[in-house]
């Protein structure tokens, strides 16, 4: 079949299905009346991000979403890596899929450590009390307290087609309905439940528009050997804080447990490498690089003084020099602190001085010996980070020709990414503890791009004067207000991005 004869015959199939499936979704019970309010304040979810591609709420005050007019794209075989917006903390969070669309979701206990069949329509959960201890579906005793869904990997077998996806927030429990016994109740913990489509596409099919991953490493080879190679180098040794004790000791690179393992230990040969510690980091040059992207990683770290991990990009070669080519630091932290660090930086934001105009960096409290996906999102106009899928802030190109010319957005070429374990000196994270061995692990790392042409978008709350009032979602919805929502708004022929 002609390929644009066959999206054509796709997309009427779809415009045809979406209205069934979205009055037919009722046929999926909740325990709760569809139009009920939330009860609490400080529990609200806002949206969630699927594989890069943002789906928001649309009126984020109620306890039920109905997203049905909204699609998920992926194939069979795919990895789904999902991304709550969510307030709160204390709830846990679960996934289900109709796989053999029979208007239900049919689930089952998970096995033991929280494995799930691949018959089971629960394909993701943070957290579940079962026989054998409290586990999320990544096989982790993390407890109870996390409340963001592990990704997942669809079935081989799910044919192209339309199916019903639904994402709710409750407590210890995996009734896709929601928990309303006499001990707990979704009411009244302030959870929520949140239903998509998901279309499985043919293989090699995508619509302009969306996401589609480009590159990622699991970790998962073997315990105790090394990184991908083909995806993979080491850092170089140079005179920076970050890189100057770094080896190629396979002591302080290596994978374990499914984790990339990157530490700083004292080091054990002063007499041949005259260094007080030895340091690991692997970068993707030469071998990986893109312009634009939704780019994540989930990782924790050890607090200790002179802790110094980041997940951080660098202009791909050749390039200005730095700080004139860029940098974008993803998530940085130091020492003991509990707080989750990201910047840019430029010849506009250090060698001039420009930090806040506007403002180029941003922090979020974390537990840092807990997991976390730190995230950016950078398009042509912007560059927004993000917490366990929350947004925590964002740097706009300047529409200002000459800021351009002084360097303010140098982020318009190829960068590459970097995953390592430093220790401080003193001038930000403090002197290194030349006794103690630290470590970050990273679990993964993705990267997704957009298909087709990327999509630029105005950093603004208001629109341009002259440009009228009306807000629109991107469906077409017209609101009655100005949003606060985070997520993407067309108003006057343009599209903004609400933080």
């Not at 037919?24 to 991000?49: H, K, M, W």
């Not at 230990?265 to 690991?280: E, K, R």
């Not at 924790?300 to 980041?310: D, E, L």
Request: hydrophobic letters at 35%; one cysteine or more.
């Amino acid at each position: 079949m002609d390929t644009s004869l066959h999206k054509g015959v796709l997309a009427l199939l779809i415009a045809l299905l979406l209205p069934l499936l979205s009055s037919a979704q009722e046929s999926y019970p909740i325990a709760f009346d569809r139009n009920a309010n939330r009860t609490r304040t400080d529990r609200v979810l806002n949206g969630i991000v699927l594989n890069g591609n943002i789906l928001q709420v649309k009126t984020p005050t109620k306890m039920y979403h109905d997203l049905t007019d909204q699609i998920f794209y992926a194939h069979a075989g795919d990895l789904v890596s999902p991304s709550l917006t969510y307030t709160g903390k204390w709830m846990n969070s679960y996934i289900y899929i109709d796989k053999d669309n029979n208007g239900a979701f049919d689930v089952q206990t998970p096995g033991v450590q929280g494995a799930l069949t691949e018959d089971n329509e629960l394909v993701s959960f943070s957290a579940l009390t079962l026989s054998d201890g409290v586990y999320n579906s990544y096989g982790e005793n993390t407890g109870r307290s996390w409340v963001h869904p592990p990704s997942f990997v669809l079935p081989e077998a799910m044919a192209p087609g339309l199916y019903m996806m639904r994402i709710k927030i409750d407590w210890d429990n995996f009734d896709p309905a929601g928990r309303v016994d006499e001990a707990e109740s979704i009411i009244k913990n302030g959870g929520a439940v949140l239903d998509i489509n998901l279309q499985i596409l043919p293989q090699g099919e995508l619509p302009e528009g969306c996401c589609a991953m480009v590159f990622n490493d699991e970790f998962n080879g073997e315990d105790g050997s090394q990184p991908d190679e083909t995806k993979w180098q080491r850092s170089v040794r140079k005179s920076s804080t970050w890189n100057r004790f770094i080896s190629n000791s396979e002591d302080v690179v290596f994978l374990q447990d499914g984790h990339l393992v990157c530490r700083a230990i004292p080091n054990p040969d002063q007499a041949s490498d005259p260094v007080a510690m030895l340091t690991g980091s692997v970068e993707t040059r030469d071998r990986f690089f893109f312009t634009y992207g939704w780019v994540e990683a989930r990782l924790k770290t050890t607090p200790h003084k002179g802790n110094f991990p980041a997940f951080w990009m660098m202009p791909q070669p050749p390039a200005d020099g730095w700080p004139k080519g860029g940098e974008i630091d993803i998530f940085e932290t130091i020492d003991a602190q509990n707080t989750a660090y990201h910047t840019l930086h430029s010849h506009w934001t250090y060698t001039l001085g420009k930090k806040s105009n506007p403002k180029s960096s941003f922090s979020e409290t974390v537990t840092q010996n807990d997991w976390h996906v730190f995230a950016a999102n950078w398009t042509e106009d912007l560059i927004a980070f993000y917490v366990d899928g929350k947004p925590v802030g964002s740097y706009a190109k300047s529409q200002n020709a000459s800021d351009i010319e002084n360097g303010q957005w140098p982020f318009l070429h190829d960068f590459y990414l970097i995953l390592n374990q430093s220790v401080g000196n003193g001038s930000w994270a403090k002197a290194a503890d030349t006794s103690f061995t630290y470590e970050t692990r990273f679990d993964w790392v993705r990267v997704f791009q957009q298909t087709g042409n990327s999509t630029s978008l105005t950093p603004a709350f208001a629109p341009e004067e002259g440009e009228g009032s009306n807000w629109y979602t991107l469906d077409g919805r017209k609101l009655q207000d100005k949003p606060t929502t985070p997520g993407i708004y067309l108003c006057g022929k343009k599209k903004y991005l609400i933080l």
